[in-house]
């Protein structure tokens, strides 16, 4: 992790410094005699862009199975989350970060690859600049990783994922209690089911026949509606996996802990199911960036048939996810 | 939807019976006593002193085993309800309330690691704390 850590934050300052040299020198029309040495460096700039970020995409998967094998090393850690409490604040930023510069490398690399396709890459310049926020997640994301594991030294006692996440104070129980009232696990779980259903309908809406007949102010609507349902089912997915999916199939009807759930070997396909869920929503906004930032000229083209099948991997990734469970609770 | 897709979705219904597959019969294993799946909420281990394990389906099964094999058994080792967690049964609190927890033997003995788990299960379901079944004289 350390080494990953360092060889992708030394790319990324190096990759940073490049983006903003380049953007700087940026031109809309080259001379002849510089066309050459341009493109040769504005593809260096990209080649290496993309190495750095598929590196930190992978690296937040990492994450967690370098917090898994912390477990033995930390006293009183039952799984991942006892080893979340040795620097509680830096765990928690990068829990958060990593997401977030998921969506965003995954979101740059899909622009690119609509600019590239094109054979005058009309989508450079706003490419670079969105390099640039890129660039700047990644250090954050780097420098954090660095600190965590230089500073992390399992020498204290920490508690079990009990005593957090069993309590009937816990926040996963009390904010949807707070919404739906005391049935709150029984409405979650309908909610869970609805809100996918829904998602997956208007997400293959998008890729049926019927689409290229809708008038573009019904496409609209199904857009902004992904978008919601897609927002909405974050939240609802996630406290419903703690609160109803979790305990069921792993057997433990008072055990909500997430952690054990995804890396006790308990379910063994629960990182799959969690994957699966996290690239359906993901491809959402990945579509969103798209609409936004390739959906001109002679782009458009491309963006089309990349969204389309944006589309389909995620109503894909939904059904697979919702099927995996639904398996799991009829069966076990 | 393409082939792919279909494709897609047959495998992922692969893995998850896989998965289920794992959890039920290879994970789970069956009860030395009756025979039933083992689940790990409810899981009795009986470590033998020639350090063999015999895993029970609930605390019944293991009792009604322990009964005729006091002699061979080294320690047990039984699971907390609430955590899953694993301890010696020494260590446990024992309560014997309304709630059954395996319907083909009525075992209503329940395991807690923590006496404040055992005081509040014996209270909604009207219980009682029990000794340890599996003490061993010395």
């Known amino acids: ?332 | 939807m393409t082939k792919k897709f279909w494709i897609g979705l047959i495998i992922i219904l692969i893995v998850a019976l896989m998965g289920v597959y794992y959890q039920k019969f290879l994970k789970n294993p069956h009860c030395a006593y009756d025979g039933s799946p083992v689940t790990p909420i409810y899981e009795v281990d009986i470590v033998l002193k020639e350090k063999s394990t015999k895993k029970f389906c609930s605390i019944y099964c293991a009792t009604q085993w322990f009964k005729n094999n006091v002699t061979l058994i080294d320690h047990v080792i039984v699971t907390d309800e609430i955590r899953g967690n694993k301890i010696d049964s020494y260590m446990a609190y024992f309560v014997e309330s309304e709630l059954i927890t395996n319907e083909t033997n009525d075992n209503r003995i329940h395991v807690f690691q923590q006496r404040q788990d055992a005081l509040t299960h014996a209270e909604k379901f009207h219980g009682t704390m029990t000794d340890d079944p599996f003490s061993l004289d010395e």
């Open chain 1, 1 to 332: 992790m350390l080494f990953v850590a360092i060889f992708s934050l030394s790319l990324g300052g190096f990759l940073f410094l490049l983006t903003i040299k380049t953007l700087l020198s940026f031109k809309t029309t080259v001379p002849l005699e510089d066309k050459s040495k341009f493109e040769r460096k504005g593809y260096l700039v990209f080649l290496l862009a993309c190495v750095t970020l598929s590196v930190r995409m992978i690296v937040w998967p990492w994450f967690y199975f370098m917090l898994q094998s912390f477990v033995s090393e930390v006293p009183g850690a039952m799984c991942m989350f006892g080893v979340t409490q040795i620097l509680p604040s830096t765990v928690t930023f990068l829990q958060i970060i990593k997401p977030i510069s998921f969506f965003i490398m995954g979101g740059w690399l899909l622009c690119y690859y609509v600019d590239k396709s094109t054979p005058t890459a009309p989508l450079a310049r706003k490419n670079l600049l969105f390099l640039l926020i890129v660039c700047g997640v990644l250090l954050a994301d780097g420098i954090g990783d660095i600190y965590y594991v230089i500073r992390m030294k399992p020498l204290m006692s920490v508690s079990c994922c009990a005593t957090f996440f069993d309590v009937p104070l816990r926040p996963s129980a009390m904010i949807p209690q707070a919404i739906f009232g005391r049935n709150f696990q029984k409405i979650l779980f309908i909610l869970y089911y609805l809100s996918n259903i829904i998602l997956i309908i208007l997400l293959l809406t998008g890729i049926s026949r019927k689409w290229e007949s809708l008038t573009p102010k019904y496409r609209m609507i199904i857009l902004y509606s992904q978008y919601a349902i897609g927002i909405i089912n974050i939240p609802v997915v996630i406290y419903t996996i703690i609160e109803n999916i979790a305990p069921k199939l792993m057997q433990l009807p008072y055990h909500h802990c997430i952690y054990c759930f995804m890396g006790n070997g308990m379910v063994p396909d629960a990182p799959i199911m969690l994957g699966l869920f996290v690239i359906g929503t993901f491809a959402i906004g990945w579509m969103g960036i798209l609409r936004l930032l390739c959906k001109n000229g002679e782009a458009r083209l491309i963006t089309e048939r990349l969204l389309l099948k944006g589309n389909n991997v995620s109503a894909f990734c939904f059904l697979a996810s919702i099927i995996m469970v639904t398996i799991h609770l009829i069966l076990i």
